[in-house]
């Protein structure tokens, strides 16, 4: 027997806030991983965001410490990919001058 999780409900100002990261440069994967919800689903936020019919969930609301603590994971994926980065070109510059 598997229980099913209850639908998430999400207000209108998370899906916003979710799809300008994605219109901000960032990947619907990264930002899904980093808000926590499915690629289809942010895909499909992002797709009624463009067409205008984004609609919210009013019973949950998000606080502003959720949308900064969304913010602030959005910004630590971003900072670990561009030191990943740089990483790889240090390597790789330190091989190169051997």
Same mark, same amino acid.
């Given at each position: 027997m $598997?229980? $099913?999780?209850?639908? &998430? =409900?999400y @207000?209108?100002?998370?899906?916003?806030?979710?799809? =300008?990261? %994605?219109?901000g440069?960032?990947?619907?994967a990264?930002?899904?991983? /980093? *808000? #926590?919800?499915? !690629?289809? /689903?942010?895909f499909?936020? %992002?797709? &009624?965001?463009r067409?205008?019919?984004?609609? #919210?969930? !009013?019973?949950k609301?998000v606080?502003a410490?959720?949308?900064?603590?969304?913010?602030?994971?959005? !910004? *630590?994926? =971003? %900072?670990?990919?561009?030191r990943d @980065?740089? #990483?790889?070109? $240090?390597?790789?510059?330190?091989?190169?001058?051997?």
């Amino acid at each position: 027997m $598997t229980k $099913t999780k209850p639908r &998430a =409900r999400y @207000t209108l100002e998370f899906k916003e806030e979710a799809a =300008r990261l %994605v219109e901000g440069g960032q990947s619907i994967a990264a930002a899904a991983r /980093t *808000l #926590g919800v499915v !690629d289809q /689903t942010l895909f499909n936020w %992002v797709k &009624a965001q463009r067409a205008g019919k984004l609609r #919210g969930a !009013d019973s949950k609301q998000v606080s502003a410490e959720q949308m900064e603590i969304s913010r602030l994971r959005t !910004d *630590l994926v =971003r %900072v670990r990919m561009e030191r990943d @980065t740089l #990483g790889k070109a $240090t390597a790789y510059f330190a091989k190169a001058a051997t």
